[in-house]
C-alpha cells in the first residue's frame, strides 16, 4: 500500500501562485508514475499533470501546460506541483495519485490522497 498526504492548497488570487506537495509513505514509490488530478464543483474529476518516478518523464493536460511545473524530490518521497499564473478556473479540489501499472499517464490510478483546496479569486 502506499499512502499519499498532499498539502498546500489555499485561497489566493488570480495571477498568483502556488506550491503543492504530496508526501508518499508505505512503500518506495521508485518505479511508480505519480499524478495530479483537480475536480471543481459540479465537475467530473479531471487530469492535471503526471511524472514517472524513474525517468521523469511528464505529461500535462493543456489546460496547465506553461503554467504548472511537476518535479520530485527522490530524498523526501515528494512531488510537488508548482503552479503559476493561477486563474478562476484552476479552482478545484487537487488530488495526488499513485500507481505502479500500465503505460498511461493519465488513467488507472491505485492510490489516491485526501486532497486539497485550491481556490483563486478573480
Known amino acids: 500500500q502506499v499512502q499519499l498526504v498532499e498539502s498546500g492548497g489555499g485561497l489566493v488570487q488570480a495571477g498568483d501562485s502556488l506550491r503543492l506537495s504530496c508526501a508518499a509513505s508505505?512503500?518506495?514509490?521508485?518505479?511508480?508514475?505519480m499524478a495530479w488530478f483537480r475536480q471543481a464543483p459540479g465537475k467530473e474529476r479531471e487530469f492535471v499533470v503526471a511524472?514517472?518516478?524513474?525517468?521523469?518523464?511528464?505529461y500535462y493536460a493543456d489546460s496547465v501546460k506553461g503554467r504548472f511545473t511537476i518535479s520530485r524530490d527522490n530524498a523526501k518521497n515528494t512531488v510537488y506541483l508548482q503552479m503559476n499564473s493561477l486563474k478562476p478556473e484552476d479552482t478545484a479540489v487537487y488530488y495526488c495519485?499513485?500507481?505502479?501499472?500500465?503505460?498511461?499517464?493519465?488513467?488507472?490510478?491505485?492510490?489516491w490522497g485526501q486532497g486539497t483546496q485550491v481556490t483563486v479569486s478573480s
Open positions: 508505505g512503500r518506495s514509490v521508485s518505479n511508480y508514475k
Open positions: 495519485a499513485a500507481k505502479n501499472r500500465g503505460s498511461s499517464y493519465t488513467r488507472e490510478y491505485d492510490y
Open positions: 511524472i514517472s518516478w524513474s525517468t521523469g518523464t511528464t
